[in-house]
């Protein structure tokens, strides 16, 4: 999918809000162009695709045309409302599309890096979808393509903008919490039985699936882990292989933080989690979406008291809005990518590592 929009309307969305009309734009307004390459495999990353581009169309996005890596559209992205009515496109017409400036890859697992790949090469700006593929030395080199063009390679870790994960990086850079000693995440859910098989084509399994969202906040709190140690105990009644049941443990200097992902838990999401324990304080975000945030202080730190307390968090526009609008800035030189390649890539390896996957 391909979605055009202005550049002045969709950077100054984030301060106007949803809803309300966006001053007119001179005729001679440059544009940006992000398109969002579907893919059809599975059920959760044709929502998370279909997510990004309503929320693109939320802050006042002309869509155009779509594309995807198949010769045909497939009709489980034509039915969804925020690809009706878009023209579709192939990859090479995309690419060559004038004013292109920026895209969403979203394509199966194999096909994100090259295609991600073919972008740059065309000069573009990539928002990518996790996980970055199988390979490390791949996405390294992915990675290394993008800074020698001077273009961005923004992942899209769904949690970065979410505001309890800012609370949880302002107070470990403040040291708020002291020193940190324990890391804990679980990222849940309950897979329908129709939705394991595509799935269980991925070796890593859930936590390959859905980890690295957890294990990049881990990588901002705690940097990169070379000792990670995976544990597989799938759950029983299935014969598809997928691993169902997952844990892993990511050892520091002086710390020590666990992930753990199933795919079996019933109201999994309900209970997903991130905590920080230091020595000076605990910051728990339960559940992380909407986003709850506990904080315990032995002493007051910044706005917050000493003592346990509900944190009040601004509202989210939605889950990618925020995501997108820093994007568009970076793309602008209106701000640094806050992530850098080198996070971005500890993040990849430990995710392989995590998965039980080679680094290769």
Not at 292 to 300: I, W
Request: glycine residues 8%; charged residues 20%.
């Amino acid at each position: 999918m391909l979605n055009c929009f202005r550049r002045r309307e969709f950077l100054s969305a984030a301060a106007r809000g949803p809803g309300q009309q966006p001053a007119p734009a001179s005729a001679r307004e440059e544009w940006i162009t992000a398109a969002d390459q579907g893919r059809t495999d599975r059920r959760g990353a044709c929502a998370h695709a279909a997510g990004k581009t309503a929320a693109l169309r939320n802050w006042r996005v002309i869509s155009r045309w779509w594309a995807s890596p198949s010769p045909t559209p497939s009709r489980a992205w034509e039915s969804r409302p925020p690809y009706r009515d878009l023209p579709w496109m192939s990859q090479e017409q995309l690419l060559s599309a004038p004013g292109l400036e920026a895209v969403a890859v979203e394509t199966d697992v194999g096909d994100l890096v090259p295609t991600a790949a073919r972008c740059i090469a065309a000069g573009m700006h990539v928002h990518l979808d996790k996980p970055a593929g199988e390979s490390l030395s791949q996405f390294e080199q992915l990675l290394s393509a993008a800074t020698a063009r001077g273009l961005t390679i923004q992942m899209g870790y769904m949690f970065r903008n979410n505001p309890a994960f800012q609370l949880c990086f302002e107070a470990v850079r403040q040291q708020w919490l002291g020193r940190v000693f324990e890391v804990h995440g679980v990222m849940s859910k309950q897979v329908a039985p129709q939705d394991r098989r595509p799935l269980a084509a991925y070796r890593g399994g859930g936590m390959f699936e859905l980890g690295g969202h957890l294990i990049d906040a881990l990588a901002a709190v705690l940097g990169r882990s070379t000792n990670v140690t995976p544990f597989a105990r799938p759950g029983q009644g299935h014969d598809d292989g997928l691993q169902d049941n997952q844990l892993a443990v990511f050892e520091y200097p002086g710390a020590v933080a666990t992930i753990r992902v199933s795919l079996l838990e019933v109201a999994g999401a309900e209970r997903r989690q991130f905590v920080v324990c230091g020595d000076e304080g605990t910051l728990e975000i339960k559940p992380l979406e909407p986003p709850a945030v506990r904080l315990a202080l032995t002493q007051p730190r910044g706005r917050f008291r000493r003592g346990s307390q509900a944190v009040e968090l601004p509202a989210m526009p939605g889950r990618y809005d925020d995501q997108l609008l820093e994007l568009a800035a970076i793309i602008r030189g209106e701000r640094e990518h806050p992530y850098k390649p080198e996070h971005d890539l500890a993040v990849e390896e430990m995710l392989l590592r995590a998965s039980g996957l080679p680094i290769a």
